[in-house]
């Protein structure tokens, strides 16, 4: 066990002491393989261990196999060692016989596969979940994603994304945990330590591959596959510590980012796989790349051909190549020609081989694929009853004014009447989310579904009014007729899974299709509207914050999502969930996040010559920890425990929560710093820790977090990562722009 970091410790009031200590360990003993590896290596041909560093997907589409057998000729000749988007007991089953029974050397497959929230039970999206701050609840959904998946044959989850996105447009900003990198750091740990478990080859656990490394969330004006281009300081600081955390949580693969980094796409870049991956990190796990990407070093002007493309990757130690074939029609000829060293070639192939080992597989190739147990795992109620409580602890309740003199939700469970209506209300695929893999839509439990079932006394007219996607509008009528004869109207409203995730980038993130008319002419009514937004991303909803009384962001849900939402809309659970990004009031703003920098020039409303907009405020619709209760909670006498620290000291900061309204409920207590001077400008605010506690009604709570210098690091201007003495400020509350504050000195 190396040493642990502390990050923060919590002292609740009463007698409990919680240390939140993430351990800095390599997750678990592993037995040693190295023998077994040299011995099988030492039989391999060079085409047979270019194989190893081949990964094909086996042509399964979202129903079943393709006709496109070629894959197997290529395991059969020893040619590919790996395979990707294939499931179910059976059908990996047969795939890992021929390896086993009819190659040479009769090295088992490996199995990957994009098990992302969910494999057949689909939990919240990522960045959904990530809004719950609750490091069991998502270490809890990726275990049982493993479970359920390694019981359809698979050993490899291509997760956890732990790419930090503050751009909205970017469609794959649902795959991820958010703008912020300590709580991305958390989270990818979390999932990291809930797909891996503590022993690879417990065939109820995957291997994770943390992805895309790295920075691919920065992608110019948020369009897929761009190109990113950021300081080295900013890499370090904001991008790279969910990797880095994911990692020494013991993740045994890394996968390659599609874009460049300063000019180097990062499946070929030394800098980023051997310095900083490799060489700093000490990771010597698989480095795989993603779809196609070393040949994609061709388009990106990076390599002449696809022999120079595989040499490129092979020698930033990069061990698999995913589909695009180059190492497996080019890499023997770089060897031959002395481009690629035997070295670089077994240093590779060692690494697969030594998963495979600490996998089981050459134990029992078959260990993972039991079709009895799959039978019982799929669908399970734990699993059912786990993507309910995920849902709905991943909710955030953005609005909740009085409509008639009385806050709009939760609504009775005795109303008579009630209007459900828009494109979300009944789309079982669409609640999945994007990247639901094989999640199955037939199981999904919509909206629709979960009113009937939580108030099946009521009358409900339902209308889906027009669709995510065109400018129709002749279903308006009958929307209008359901709302008409309604005493409340719940309008589901947002996107379809395919308009978020990968190659989903949008320019403009407001509702899209005749969305946002429908909710315009239900609105004329004058009837009571609640809006469930469901999508993969922030949308732009400021007009429907100005009018709209209630508005529950449900993102997308995953299998429970419907009675997710019911529990929430009726009370049976009061929502707690905190956005993990900020929401723009326009497309425009972007990037805009809470720890912004100050600039020379701070708003200042009475001067023209500040930082801002002639058109619109610099302040977000919603701030990123920011979210609504059914209750509401007081924070009063935030202190610290002295005025002045020196490095390595401990500084204790307590606060006083309250809830003062009328039901129990959870709140996510946040803590931020600012540092004031620096020999590099810092942000405005920086999240150090939270706590999420629960409350009755009247009952109060000290809450408190221990602060050390070592919270206080970044990169200097001489790339140190370490704090600097000087005034700091504190701050503590519900939201990172609702906070109170004190100042403390670091000497
Ligand atoms: C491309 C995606 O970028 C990556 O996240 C995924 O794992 C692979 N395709 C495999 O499906």
Redesign the pocket.
Known sequence: MRPGKTIVTIMKNKLTLILLTIWVLPAFAQKDYTKEVEALLSKMTLEEKIGQMTLYTSGWDVTGPTLNENYKADIRAGRCGNI?NAHTAKYNRDLQRIAVEETRLKIPLLFGY?VIHGHKTIYPIPLAEACSWDLELIEKSARLSAREAAASGLHWT?NP?VDIARDPRWGRIAEGTGEDPFLGALMGAAKVRGYQGTDLSDPYTLMACV??FAAYGAAQAGRDYHTVDMSERELRQTYLPPYKAAIDAGAASV?TS?NEYDGVPATGSKFLMDKVLRQEWGFDGIIVT??GSVAEMIPHGFAVNGKHAGELAANATVDMDMQSGVFQNNLKQSVEEGKVSMKTIDDAVRRVLLKKFELGLFDDPYRYSNEEREKQEVFSDEMMQHARDAGRKSIVLLKNEPFNGQKLLPLAKTTRNIALIGPLTEAPEDILGSWHASGDASKAVTLLSALQQAVPGAKIFHAQGCSTESDDRSGFEAALNAARQADVVIMAVGENYRQNG?AASRSDIGLPGAQQALLEEIYKLGKPVVVVVMAGRPLTIGWMDENIPAIVNAWHLGTMAGPAITDVLFGDYNPSGKLVITFPRNVGQIPIFYSMKNTGRPFNANDKYTSKYLDVANTPLYPFGYGLSYTSFKYSDLKVSKPVIGFGEKLQVEVTVKNTGDRAGEEVVQLYTRDLVGSVTRPVKELKGFQKINLKPGESEKVTFTLTSDDLRFYTQAMEYKAEPGDFKVFVGGSSADVLEVGFELK
Do not use: I, L, S, V
């Open positions: 990707f994009d291509f994304m992805k895309h996968m599609f993603d779809y990968e």
